[in-house]
């Protein structure tokens, strides 16, 4: 479903007018549909279909208290890396034994809160994260379930900071290691083996190294099954991408047939670990127009969000979609650069975008639901944005925009 359309020239998230959410909510907003987050999930939902498995949404894509208590009740489990995120989970009414730990540095505090609250399986990156769990595990007298999250050694084809399943990549267990790591963690008595997991990276817009990775976590199932380790569940971590521009995406539902394919008649129930794709297109950052300002080289339109806000541009490279809010601008179109109030020339949402615009405008970036408001930050002293939900014909505010008493929250003066 595409939430976001324009009705009588004015873009609206569902039947909401952006229009009318800036004007209460203020700028630079979230701004997030329910019914296109529900819909995205149920995608992975129905694909997955009465085949045993879980969908565990990657919090780290959007980890609002609302989208997480939304995925929760549509029955969603989760992937979370870090104790944060577990408590946000819990906050936001998720089941314990839905979650799935991944991440490369797990503390000794976050896995004993993991264990005390029960989580399903820990995904471990490497072997000396198997003896710290082993050891955490058994002080604490409980048995922790676990996954080994293999680096399977193919390319992902997406952007180096985003491709994580290259052997010079620093995520999970070198393939040709895994069968040593599984044989030590069978040997240690506070661990139970449940799986196999990996994570290529991000943004795929082809199955293919999917797939490859597929086959291989498949052929390491086998030769674990020939000495006798049994594992019940293939992890296969992070969705497919999302359309920026004008990518075009395999469907969600072939690349599951596919990989039930492969699996036969294998005992092994299926997770997935999606995060830009449940959320990345059901969201939009609305911010507005302060200064035009042309020189002789370039247009720049200075608009209130920055690079704090949304930092996919600058980080990556990454384009998505500007829209006027209003179609009925009497500007004339010109090429601009949308960039922000922050003081590096890395700021900039968009560049060499040809749109009509004057100053006091509205915009809406689309497709920043993933990755938005969660990397965002308080650089230049600049408060984080309010996030809003859509639902039908109303509008909630999620998360209250930041104030000045947050922002210097926990400091002190010498005394
Ligand atoms: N599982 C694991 C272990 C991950 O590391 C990730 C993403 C996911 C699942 C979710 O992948 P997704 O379905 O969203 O592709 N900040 C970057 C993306 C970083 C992704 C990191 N890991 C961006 O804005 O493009």
């Known amino acids: 479903m595409n939430a976001f359309t324009y009705r009588n020239g004015t873009m609206h998230a569902e039947n909401v007018s952006l ?53 929760a009740k549509a029955g969603a489990g989760f992937d979370i890396v870090s104790g944060g995120e577990l408590e946000r989970v819990l906050a936001a009414g998720g089941q314990a034994d839905r979650i799935i730990f991944s991440g490369v540095g797990k503390t000794r505090s976050e896995m004993q809160r993991a264990l005390e609250v029960g989580i399903a399986c820990f995904n471990i990156e490497s072997i000396a994260e198997i003896d710290r769990l082993a050891e955490v595990a058994a002080e604490m007298g ?34 040709t290691q895994a069968e040593d790591a599984y044989r030590k963690a069978q040997r240690l008595d506070s661990l139970a083996i449940k799986g196999i997991d990996c994570h290529i990276g ?20 086998d030769q674990l099954r020939d000495i006798g ?28 047939a596919e990989v039930k394919k492969r699996i036969g008649d294998r005992p092994l129930s299926l997770m ?3 995060g830009r794709s449940i959320v990345g297109n059901a969201g939009v950052l609305v911010t507005q127009v302060e200064y035009l300002k042309q020189t002789p080289n370039k247009n720049f339109a200075v608009i209130d969000a920055a690079m ?17 809010v209003s179609q009925q601008s009497s500007a004339k179109a ?63 505010i999620v998360r209250q925009r930041e104030s000045f008493a947050d922002l210097i929250k926990g400091e002190a003066l010498l005394p």
């Not at 680096?151 to 995520?171: C, M, Q, R, W």
């Not at 992890?235 to 599951?256: F, K, Q, T």
């Not at 704090?308 to 006027?324: M, T």
């Open 202 to 221: 991000s943004q795929l817009t082809d199955v293919t190294p999917l797939l490859a990775a597929c086959d291989r976590l498949i052929a390491l199932y």
């Open 19 to 71: 229009q009318t959410i800036a004007q209460q909510v203020s700028t630079p907003c979230y701004v997030y549909s329910k019914h296109s987050i529900l819909d995205c999930f149920n995608d992975y939902h129905s694909a997955l279909g009465d085949y045993p498995g879980l969908i565990c949404y990657a919090v780290k894509a959007n980890s609002n208290l609302a989208v997480l208590n939304l995925l």
């Open 334 to 396: 010109l090429h601009w650069d949308f960039v922000g109030p922050i003081c590096e020339s890395g700021d900039f949402i968009g560049r060499d975008r040809d749109i009509a615009i004057q100053e006091g405008d509205l915009i809406a970036v689309m497709s920043t639901g993933a990755y938005g408001f969660t990397m965002s930050s308080n650089y230049n002293t600049r408060p984080r944005a309010a996030e809003v939900m859509v639902d039908g014909d109303q509008y909630y």
């Open 272 to 274: 997935l670990e999606p």
């Open 229 to 256: 380790i049994s594992i019940e569940h293939l992890d296969l971590g992070g969705g497919i991408g999302i359309i920026y521009n004008d990518e075009s995406l395999p469907s969600i539902a072939d690349y599951l």
């Open 308 to 324: 704090n806000d949304y930092i996919r541009p600058a980080l990556y490279s990454a384009w998505q979609h500007i829209k006027p």
């Open 142 to 175: 409980v048995v922790a379930p676990i996954s080994l999250r293999v680096n399977p050694d193919v390319d992902a084809k997406t952007h180096p900071y985003i491709s994580t399943g290259l052997k010079e990549n620093k995520f999970g267990i070198d393939i």
